[in-house]
């Protein structure tokens, strides 16, 4: 089982920046791709960004632009850089990674979620 886990997440004012960090238990580098989707209540987890094993990144439209996805492979980490912040960031962020094993099964995991608020 891989344990994903956030941190970073907090309460801020609209046009502040904040950087979430999700700390995994081997080189990120192993996972195909690892990303961060947020929930907000009532709502399905949506993607804000995905960085691949072959450094590919993308970003949600709301997120083009203001937001940076980034790995450490030396840390173990994938990290989210987000400037600007706007409300409609608010939510749970939860680290995403996923990899295909040996007996070629595909496997998802998922962090417990950092909450992030923008509010003046």
């Known amino acids: 089982q891989v344990q994903l886990v956030e941190s970073g997440g907090g309460l801020v004012q609209p046009g502040d920046s904040l950087t979430l960090s999700c700390k995994a238990p081997?080189?990120?580098?192993?996972?195909?791709?690892m990303a961060w989707h947020r929930q907000t209540p009532g709502n399905l987890r949506e993607l804000v960004a995905s960085?691949?094993?072959?450094?590919?990144?993308e970003y949600a439209v709301s997120a083009e632009g203001r937001f940076t996805i980034s790995r450490d492979d030396s840390k173990n980490t994938v990290s989210l850089k987000m400037d600007s912040l706007k409300s409609e960031d608010t939510g749970v962020h939860y680290c995403?990674?996923?990899?295909?094993?040996?007996?070629?099964?595909?496997?998802?995991?998922w962090g417990r979620g950092t909450q992030v608020t923008v509010s003046s």
């Open positions: 995403y990674a996923d990899e295909v094993v040996d007996d070629g099964e595909g496997r998802d995991y």
């Open positions: 081997r080189c990120v580098s192993d996972f195909n791709d």
């Open positions: 960085i691949s094993r072959g450094g590919v990144r």
